[in-house]
């Protein structure tokens, strides 16, 4: 299996743009988690998914801040509009099963300028 | 809410020593505890889960044990290596499926 993908890899976008993050779980995963990385913050978890379903949003800092999961094989992350503040690096992670090891994705590191 | 802390947060040893990682959390009603590596510029990659039931897991040059009751977890790594070199992150799972990091230790083991 070719592990958690994410894309793109580096996003450069100026203040005020639209900016969509997406993920590939691993096949079979049925938990899909979000989370952002900054140096301040450490690691946060913004959203988790079960079965396509939204479980828990509570740590979407705003409402510009949306999630997705339209099928068991993808997911979108949507900051609209997006703000410097938002510059951080997003994971995705998916699991079988809450008790078993999550996998994570590379990251995509976001820079809004 | 459930907090999770890491000491040290940096950490610098030579090549061959053993070193133990600490973790601790405030909330004892966990899932599992689980340690990560992060390698600069690059994801985590999972290196011991502890179910809540167990008290260790060992792989390798690692071994992690849990004490549930007080909080507490440590890493253990055997006869280091400038490959060791990373931040390990540790995380719980609580009882809202929510998972929870700590800061980070960044240890470089020098050669």
């Known amino acids: 299996d070719a592990g958690v993908i994410q894309s793109p890899r580096h996003e450069v976008t100026e203040m005020g743009q639209e900016v969509t993050l997406r993920c590939k779980p691993i096949s079979g995963h049925d938990y899909l988690f979000w989370y952002r990385q900054t140096m301040m913050r450490g690691l946060e978890l913004l959203i988790y998914f079960n079965n396509n379903v939204p479980i828990d949003d509570s740590g979407m800092p705003e409402d510009r801040f949306s999630a997705k999961m339209p099928n068991a094989s993808f997911s979108t992350l949507k900051i609209q509009p997006s703000e410097p503040r938002d510059s951080a690096v997003y994971f995705c992670?998916?699991?079988?099963?809450?008790?078993?090891?999550?996998?994570f994705g590379p990251g995509t590191r976001l820079l809004v300028l | 809410k459930q907090e999770v802390t890491q000491i040290p947060a940096a950490l610098s040893v030579p090549e061959g020593e053993n070193l133990v990682l600490n973790c601790s959390f405030t909330d004892s009603a966990i899932y599992n505890l689980q340690w990560f590596r992060q390698d600069p510029g690059k994801g985590l990659t999972s290196l011991l889960l502890i179910q809540s039931s167990q008290r260790e897991q060992t792989s390798g040059r690692l071994n992690a044990s849990l004490d549930k009751s007080s909080g507490r977890s440590t890493l253990y790594i055997a006869a280091s290596q400038p490959g060791d070199s990373a931040t390990y992150l540790c995380?719980?799972?609580?009882?809202?499926?929510?998972?929870?990091f700590g800061s980070g230790t960044q240890l470089t083991v020098l050669p």
């Open positions: 992670a998916s699991v079988l099963g809450v008790e078993e090891t999550q996998y």
């Open positions: 995380a719980v799972t609580g009882s809202a499926r929510q998972l929870t």
